[in-house]
């Protein structure tokens, strides 16, 4: 079974920065593709970014574009997602993912194409 946990979340101002951590357990062959999602209040889960760890292939959704990078220490077997220039509309819970259940790279923004999900970690930006 595939275990995800999420660290680093926290509140900032307007144009600071956080780095969110995810450590994953498991069948490495279960977490090839690794994701960030996140939900704002009264929005659907929206997905921010994601990987494929064995190429290093990124994808990123528009609204982060520039801001965020994704990334994944093969070492320490730990996903890394750096926000920058963070806005209030950034305010979510952001979700660890992997496990994807249909093909990459189509179909990583569908919250249903991901089997584990970590518990989620604030991010809270202050106008």
């Known amino acids: 079974q595939v275990q995800v946990v999420e660290s680093g979340g926290g509140s900032v101002q307007a144009g600071g920065s956080l780095k969110l951590s995810c450590a994953a357990s498991?069948?490495?062959?279960?977490?090839?593709?690794m994701a960030w999602f996140r939900q704002a209040p009264g929005k659907e889960r929206e997905g921010v970014a994601a990987?494929?760890?064995?190429?290093?292939?990124?994808r990123y959704a528009d609204s982060v574009k520039g801001r965020f990078i994704i990334s994944r220490d093969k070492v320490e077997k730990t996903l890394y997602l750096e926000m920058n220039g963070l806005k209030p509309e950034d305010t979510a819970v952001y979700y660890c993912?992997?496990?994807?259940?249909?093909?990459?790279?189509?179909?990583?923004?569908?919250?249903?194409?991901?089997?584990?999900w970590g518990q989620g970690t604030q991010v809270t930006v202050a106008s």
């Open positions: 993912v992997t496990g994807l259940l249909d093909t990459w790279p189509r179909a990583w923004v569908a919250p249903s194409a991901w089997s584990f």
């Open positions: 990987i494929d760890t064995g190429f290093d292939s990124t």
């Open positions: 498991g069948p490495s062959h279960r977490r090839v593709y």
